[in-house]
């Protein structure tokens, strides 16, 4: 049985790794942080959580001890990785978690491949990995402080896009309502979260619209960010969080892609549906980024990809092959 375990595991290990995916969303944060002092309540290890979160999150307490990347011990007992496949990781703690002794998944990305793992947990249902780790604090016993409830609290939020998204149920809601009583700035944590954006963001967001084309009659909205209007203007990462929802939530729209450059030759893309389109079974964004790139993947709503090409290469990749699978969904039902 996974939790007993992982339980034993987290006992009988010295040094354990915690990470998620390479650029932290809030999901994999509040996982991190949440597991982290679940485990702290029963095993005496030295934990390291490695990432480097962007600043939706940094009045969260506990942040100002993770590690960067770089600063990672050489060989650790145990490592779990959070929300996303370990060939997401970041290089430096990909090596630090493919070393270590025993390697744990918690993911509910459909896409993630559980084979890798010495032990693994995935549940493609799941609203949020933050959900999976509040049913490994309840099988565990451990004591639900307010800093716990918060983290994952923080993780609902983000992957619902504040309850928003078609995957906010009623399940999630009690649950939210629960990890609320517990007595933390809940409204300040979803202003941070979800709501507030830089200054350089908002104008990010009106560089993105300038470079939007709604296609399949208006169904379809994808847009592009150049490399060098993120440095322009400012930006990272952080930044780019809620705008690919913006373009969905336009009038008519039930697709929408969103692509991003980090360099010259790179770019990545993100993907969202509703959960129809027009008449039509919704866009499996999943599948969608998996036959965009190799290592593209995520959820039925929800996905993202990389690519290796320039921009007008990625905007016509993007273009061509998302246009093409609406034809074969519209065609297939
Ligand atoms: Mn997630």
Redo the contacts with the bound molecule.
Sequence with gaps: MFFERLYTLCQEAKTILLTGPQSL????IG?CLALHDMIAQFSAAQIDVSGIPTHQYVHLEGLHSWKPDANLRPQYDLAIVV??DCFRLAPTVEQAFNTATHTVLI???KSTDTQTYALAWLEPT?????SMIYTLLEAWNCTLTPKIAEAIYV?LL??TGGFQHSNTNPETLRLAAHLMEQGFDANRTYIKVVKEKRPQGWKLQSAMFQNSILHANGQVHIAWIPHTTMEELGCDGGDLEGLVNDLRCTAGVDFAALIVGLDEHNHKVSLRSNPSFGEHTGIDCSALAQTLSTRGGG?VRASGARLTMSLTESIDHVTRISLQFVQSTIEGG
């Design positions: 969303d809030g999901d994999s996982a929300d996303g993911d509910h990305h799941a609203v949020s990995t933050c993780g983000f992957d959820h």
